[in-house]
């Protein structure tokens, strides 16, 4: 069957991350697009890809199957419609839009020109988080009663033109961080009965938000910033608890009940989510059976009513 190819649009942190991981598997960039030429060029020098200048003629080489987008997220849905107008599967980096809206007329282009379209999410795909799921559907700690997860690292420090600290790319905690702790209780529980933010806007972007998710008697607090370095994640039910001391990137999970401690230790890592992805383009997938589309939206969804609460308008929304 061969290495799976790939055409990677954008070429930062991101980029090389998931690189790093993915070329230990089958997989190859065969293709680079940027908007700053010479990075392309240094990225596609080192992957021994080809680097293009004009995005159409990128997307429909004859050597890409998938088109990976790894650029700041309020250019995804440029990016990503493009591709799909073009035939080609699409995974998009998290959050795949800044608004539902956007993630509607993604998921409505997906369908209309009947091409596979994902987020690149880690945490629905990794074995770790699929047990946890597991764990709490068996009834392994019994009724659910609350979640409590911090999630936080340093970002403020980052330079001021990083992405993450400017408004103008839709910046700050929430869709950057956020977005792991809130995909979590969602792929735990679904949409919350309720949902309450608190959060501290500086120089227009979110620096910090505590977001409570109520769903019947339990409830999911999450606490993000970008003013510390901080992980971790309590699961606790009637009859015992799920503690995960590094959550969104875990590489074991305990299971504490009345029957005694049990460790589960998998990966949470790009190069299974690109496998997965891989695998359900290879089968004629158009719609991931890890993360559908329902799921993607769902979650975009809080975030909205979280921005809501918190009067959070990036500059191009004004």
Not at 280 to 289: L, T, Y
């Amino acid at each position: 069957m061969g290495k799976f190819k790939w055409l990677y649009v954008g070429n930062g942190n991101i980029a090389v991350s998931t690189a790093r991981s993915i070329l230990k598997g089958d997989h190859q960039i065969t293709a680079v697009y940027g908007r700053t030429y010479s990075k392309a060029c240094a990225f596609a020098k080192k992957h021994n890809a080809q680097v293009y200048t004009d995005y159409d003629s990128a997307v429909l080489a004859d050597n890409v199957d998938g088109v990976y987008i790894a650029t700041p997220h309020t250019s995804h849905m440029e990016y990503a419609l493009r591709a799909m107008e073009l035939g080609k599967p699409v995974l998009c980096e998290k959050p795949v839009g800044v608004t539902t809206a956007q993630v509607d007329t993604m998921i409505e282009y997906a369908k209309k020109h009947n091409v596979y379209f994902a987020e690149a999410m880690w945490t629905w795909f990794s074995d770790v988080a699929l047990t946890v799921k597991k764990w709490i559907a068996d009834g392994e700690i019994g009724d659910p009663v609350s979640v409590d997860i911090d999630y936080a690292f340093p970002g403020l420090m980052m330079s001021k033109s990083s992405r993450v600290l400017t408004p103008e790319t839709a910046g700050g905690a929430l869709l950057d961080i956020g977005i792991y702790p809130i995909t979590y209780c969602y792929n735990l529980f679904g949409t919350p009965d309720k949902i309450e933010c608190d959060g501290v806007i500086k120089n227009g972007i979110d620096v910090s938000e505590t977001v409570v998710l109520h769903y019947g008697n339990a409830k999911c607090t999450l606490k993000m910033s970008l003013a510390a370095l901080k992980e971790q994640c309590t699961i606790v039910g009637t009859r015992g608890k799920i503690v995960l001391p590094l959550f969104h990137v875990a590489g074991k999970a305990t299971l504490t009940n009345d029957n005694g401690k049990r460790v589960f230790r998998g990966k949470t890592d790009y190069l299974t989510e690109f496998n997965r992805v891989a695998d359900e383009i290879r089968q004629g997938k158009k719609e991931s059976s890890y993360i559908p589309f329902s799921s993607t939206r769902a979650c975009m969804e809080i975030m909205d009513e979280c921005r809501r609460q918190m009067n959070l308008v990036y500059p191009f929304e004004k």
